[in-house]
């Protein structure tokens, strides 16, 4: 079922106020930019007004300038993310020139200049970045950076196992429950992201899933530039999400063409041989994983258009296994328990059968053609049985960007994203976890997904103390779950009904088999639509952010929950649990019904905030923000 609403009628009104050293970081919740911000001083250290500041991006040549004011601040904002070389011009003194300044997504990097006397024609020139300690930002945050995430060893190249490098990440699994990948991440003891505690971006864009408030498949390292965990001390420019905030920014193309490909492969020749029964054979199992794809980007129109795309694909094979089922012998397939160790007792009468022997006229019908299709014979000592089948995943994914240059003031940025993969879970397990699935051959359930992330940002430099930003955002992420085969109850002689697609029933005889049947569903996954829009303004000591947004969600979740039937036999009605299921009377039988659910749900915010800086070492962080998650209804209308 659909995950309740986060807020239901919430109206919460934050008023923050933070203290000394600490200034706010500008519009990170917006889109994937950082700032460049500092003071000019002379060589006597008075301070310089009028200079003119450069910040210009090496890789596009983007520039942006400002003013120093009276007290000789400046503050470049809502800059690409980038390696920027930064200039000081004003007549009579000689130019301030600094390279190697790395604006990472977040980051305000401060950039002071000394100026001396001289003529315009002489250069003073530093390379160096900026330092690497932000007493800027109030925020606790950690920026995982393009060599992290190229040259650091990740486990099945998931970027989001770079998450356990931020302080406070307590908890960072994914799953598959629903069809799609999930991604569950605990932040300073908050609850699972399926609470809705940890908001997932895309550049700058959601990527969280509506329908459990979990994050969505991220693309693959090579396509991306960085990523920022932000874990406490959040703007006004913040809300919704309580925990924590996951902003992955993709890279963008530059003035010089670059590519790459890779393939990286891995097999089972280095592994172990896994435990077997005593007096069988060790054997390894099969392991075929393949990750491979490129990447290339460059300009389309020098210092003005520039594109960048991606592909990456998955193809791999592992293999389940079992050894913990136990199979009837010959003779109890045949009702004969004679030389079992636990005699069965007629559940009519309570008295011993005859012989111990069951006679075949009281086999339940359903039960004998189960065990004469589904229930295998013995293949290891003791009557145990093996069971193998192969765990295969295949995943395509690629991603584009582009990057336009529209005037001196205004820019765009498209970006897309999209993945589609399919996994097989045999028996409904993974050769991943020994503790779920069944052990005799029996459901396979098919997972399939397919998402979409569209990302549209314009920004306008409308002075150079004013810039508006305006980002469309589009999500579209769907699973299924198929179970196989198609056979119900209802196909092996029982009158058994079934609502929804048919499969077989869960089936457990305790201390012999489980056959495992997990729940399935044909659709799950939501389409959201969002807009933000924020105007930076900065007027002397003051620096105001103002902005909201407004989202638009659309969930379905169809589930056939346990519709198949869930059966249990544990020997309480005769004394021996197969004897139970031969005579078809279950201990316990539950079944559900089929529900489609759609959730329809609309969601507004505003704020506003000032960074005042009421001296050069003390800045406050003032700032107000309203929430209002509308309750989801049901467009159908039902009760």
Same mark, same amino acid.
């Given at each position: 079922?659909?995950?309740?609403?986060?807020?239901?009628?919430?109206?919460?009104?934050?008023?923050?106020?933070?203290?000394?050293?600490?200034?706010?970081?500008?519009?990170?919740?917006?889109?994937?930019?950082?700032?460049?911000?500092?003071?000019?001083?002379?060589?006597?250290?008075?301070?310089?007004?009028?200079?003119?500041?450069?910040?210009?991006?090496?890789?596009?040549?983007?520039?942006?300038?400002?003013?120093?004011?009276?007290?000789?601040?400046?503050?470049?904002?809502?800059?690409?993310?980038?390696?920027?070389?930064?200039?000081?011009?004003?007549?009579?003194?000689?130019?301030?020139?600094?390279?190697?300044?790395?604006?990472?997504?977040?980051?305000?990097?401060?950039?002071?200049?000394?100026?001396?006397?001289?003529?315009?024609?002489?250069?003073?020139?530093?390379?160096?970045?900026?330092?690497?300690?932000?007493?800027?930002?109030?925020?606790?945050?950690?920026?995982?950076?393009?060599?992290?995430?190229?040259?650091?060893?990740?486990?099945?190249?998931?970027?989001?196992?770079?998450?356990?490098?931020?302080?406070?990440?307590?908890?960072?699994?994914?799953?598959?429950?629903?069809?799609?990948?999930?991604?569950?991440?605990?932040?300073?003891?908050?609850?699972?992201?399926?609470?809705?505690?940890?908001?997932?971006?895309?550049?700058?864009?959601?990527?969280?899933?509506?329908?459990?408030?979990?994050?969505?498949?991220?693309?693959?390292?090579?396509?991306?530039?960085?990523?920022?965990?932000?874990?406490?001390?959040?703007?006004?420019?913040?809300?919704?999400?309580?925990?924590?905030?996951?902003?992955?920014?993709?890279?963008?193309?530059?003035?010089?063409?670059?590519?790459?490909?890779?393939?990286?492969?891995?097999?089972?020749?280095?592994?172990?041989?896994?435990?077997?029964?005593?007096?069988?054979?060790?054997?390894?199992?099969?392991?075929?994983?393949?990750?491979?794809?490129?990447?290339?980007?460059?300009?389309?129109?020098?210092?003005?258009?520039?594109?960048?795309?991606?592909?990456?694909?998955?193809?791999?094979?592992?293999?389940?296994?079992?050894?913990?089922?136990?199979?009837?012998?010959?003779?109890?397939?045949?009702?004969?328990?004679?030389?079992?160790?636990?005699?069965?007792?007629?559940?009519?009468?309570?008295?011993?059968?005859?012989?111990?022997?069951?006679?075949?006229?009281?086999?339940?019908?359903?039960?004998?053609?189960?065990?004469?299709?589904?229930?295998?014979?013995?293949?290891?000592?003791?009557?145990?049985?093996?069971?193998?089948?192969?765990?295969?995943?295949?995943?395509?994914?690629?991603?584009?960007?582009?990057?336009?240059?529209?005037?001196?003031?205004?820019?765009?940025?498209?970006?897309?994203?999209?993945?589609?993969?399919?996994?097989?879970?045999?028996?409904?397990?993974?050769?991943?976890?020994?503790?779920?699935?069944?052990?005799?051959?029996?459901?396979?359930?098919?997972?399939?997904?397919?998402?979409?992330?569209?990302?549209?940002?314009?920004?306008?430099?409308?002075?150079?103390?004013?810039?508006?930003?305006?980002?469309?955002?589009?999500?579209?992420?769907?699973?299924? #779950? @198929?179970?196989?085969?198609?056979?119900?109850?209802? &196909? %092996?002689?029982?009158? $058994? /009904?079934?609502?929804? +697609?048919?499969?077989?029933?869960?089936?457990?005889?305790?201390?012999?088999?489980?056959?495992?049947?997990?729940?399935?569903?044909?659709?799950?996954?939501?389409?959201?639509?969002?807009?933000?829009?924020?105007?930076?303004?900065?007027?002397?000591?003051?620096?105001?952010?103002?902005?909201?947004?407004?989202?638009?969600?659309?969930?379905?979740?169809?589930?056939?929950?346990?519709?198949?039937?869930?059966?249990?036999?544990?020997?309480?009605?005769?004394?021996?649990?197969?004897?139970?299921?031969?005579?078809?009377?279950?201990?316990?039988?539950?079944?559900?019904?089929?529900?489609?659910?759609?959730?329809?749900?609309?969601?507004?915010?505003?704020?506003?905030?000032?960074?005042?800086?009421?001296?050069? #070492? @003390?800045?406050?962080?003032?700032?107000?923000?309203? &929430? %209002?998650?509308?309750? $989801? /209804?049901?467009?159908? +209308?039902?009760?």
């Amino acid at each position: 079922m659909p995950a309740p609403p986060r807020y239901s009628w919430i109206r919460r009104l934050t008023v923050a106020a933070l203290g000394a050293l600490l200034v706010t970081t500008p519009a990170m919740a917006q889109a994937p930019t950082g700032t460049i911000l500092g003071g000019v001083k002379d060589a006597q250290g008075g301070v310089v007004p009028g200079a003119t500041v450069t910040a210009t991006n090496l890789g596009t040549q983007y520039s942006r300038s400002a003013v120093t004011d009276g007290a000789g601040e400046y503050a470049l904002r809502l800059l690409p993310v980038g390696n920027y070389k930064v200039e000081v011009t004003i007549p009579g003194f000689k130019n301030f020139s600094q390279t190697g300044i790395v604006l990472e997504v977040g980051r305000n990097a401060r950039v002071d200049a000394t100026i001396e006397l001289g003529t315009v024609s002489e250069t003073v020139s530093v390379v160096g970045d900026s330092p690497l300690v932000d007493t800027a930002s109030s925020s606790l945050a950690r920026t995982v950076g393009q060599n992290e995430v190229l040259n650091l060893p990740l486990v099945n190249r998931d970027l989001y196992s770079l998450l356990n490098l931020t302080g406070g990440v307590s908890d960072n699994t994914n799953s598959n429950s629903l069809g799609g990948p999930e991604q569950l991440t605990t932040i300073n003891g908050s609850g699972k992201a399926q609470m809705g505690t940890v908001n997932f971006q895309l550049d700058g864009g959601n990527n969280t899933a509506g329908l459990r408030g979990t994050g969505n498949p991220a693309p693959n390292p090579e396509a991306v530039q960085e990523f920022r965990v932000l874990t406490n001390g959040y703007a006004a420019e913040y809300g919704r999400y309580s925990a924590g905030v996951v902003d992955v920014v993709t890279k963008s193309g530059t003035n010089v063409f670059h590519g790459a490909g890779f393939e990286f492969f891995r097999n089972e020749k280095l592994n172990a041989p896994r435990w077997v029964p005593p007096g069988t054979p060790s054997a390894k199992d099969p392991l075929d994983r393949n990750q491979f794809g490129g990447a290339f980007g460059g300009p389309v129109a020098k210092s003005k258009t520039f594109f960048f795309a991606s592909y990456s694909g998955l193809r791999q094979e592992e293999t389940y296994y079992r050894n913990t089922a136990v199979v009837p012998t010959a003779l109890e397939r045949a009702g004969d328990f004679s030389q079992s160790s636990l005699k069965p007792r007629d559940p009519m009468t309570g008295v011993a059968f005859p012989g111990s022997i069951i006679p075949t006229a009281r086999f339940d019908l359903a039960a004998k053609a189960i065990q004469d299709k589904f229930v295998p014979l013995s293949n290891l000592p003791n009557n145990f049985y093996e069971v193998r089948a192969p765990d295969p995943i295949q995943t395509d994914e690629g991603t584009f960007k582009l990057d336009h240059q529209i005037s001196a003031t205004q820019s765009l940025a498209l970006s897309y994203f999209y993945q589609t993969g399919t996994d097989t879970q045999p028996l409904s397990g993974t050769a991943q976890s020994q503790s779920g699935g069944g052990n005799i051959p029996w459901v396979d359930r098919d997972f399939k997904w397919n998402q979409h992330n569209i990302n549209l940002a314009h920004t306008w430099t409308l002075s150079p103390t004013t810039i508006n930003q305006l980002r469309g955002t589009y999500v579209r992420q769907f699973g299924a #779950r @198929v179970n196989r085969p198609t056979t119900s109850l209802g &196909d %092996l002689n029982s009158k $058994f /009904t079934i609502q929804g +697609d048919p499969t077989l029933p869960r089936l457990t005889v305790t201390g012999f088999f489980t056959g495992q049947t997990s729940i399935a569903g044909p659709d799950a996954g939501s389409n959201y639509v969002g807009l933000k829009d924020a105007i930076s303004i900065s007027r002397g000591r003051h620096s105001f952010k103002v902005g909201g947004d407004f989202s638009y969600e659309k969930i379905i979740h169809d589930t056939l929950l346990d519709n198949y039937g869930v059966f249990t036999f544990n020997g309480s009605k005769t004394g021996n649990a197969y004897a139970d299921f031969l005579l078809g009377v279950p201990s316990t039988m539950t079944q559900d019904a089929p529900v489609r659910k759609t959730d329809n749900g609309a969601y507004i915010s505003a704020f506003a905030q000032d960074d005042f800086r009421i001296h050069s #070492r @003390v800045t406050l962080n003032l700032g107000v923000r309203y &929430d %209002l998650q509308f309750p $989801f /209804t049901d467009p159908q +209308d039902r009760k």
